[in-house]
């Protein structure tokens, strides 16, 4: 069972960050978009090492205790929220491009990997989650024996 899932708005959502279709919803409004409880997808990277997978999150502005990180079977799933900031009473807002709320990233991992010895390190917005490839999928290189 695959905990990846498709989600419409969020498709529909896309199109707000591009160049030509933002500009057009901009004319509508925010009433167009939507309410501001948008669902949000931060950005990954999965990246394959000799002996070890690593994941890249773009996490900016949330604190590392609203992250959950979970290893299911062969897939990768991290979930977490990024907190509203409330307006101060100084001002309102005139536009707000920020998207609040929680998210999900699931990732299928294309190796097995070793669940005892994953690593999770947050720093300067960038969630790193190393995952060393189980030893069956490292390899190894065959000596070649002379004659």
Known sequence: MSLVRWSPRAELESFTRDPFFGRFLD??????AGS?????YPAMDLVEEKDKLVVHLELPGID?????IDLQHDTLVV???RQEDREDGKGKYLKREHIY???QRSIRLPYG???????AQY????MTITL?????FVGRQIPIEQM
């Open 27 to 32: 004319l509508f409004g925010d009433e167009f």
């Open 36 to 40: 501001g409880d948008r669902t949000w």
């Open 64 to 68: 590392a205790k609203n992250v959950r």
């Open 79 to 81: 979930q977490g929220e």
């Open 101 to 103: 709320g929680s998210f």
């Open 113 to 119: 990997v070793q669940a005892d010895k994953v690593k």
């Open 123 to 126: 720093k300067d917005g960038i």
């Open 132 to 136: 060393p490839k189980a030893e069956e």
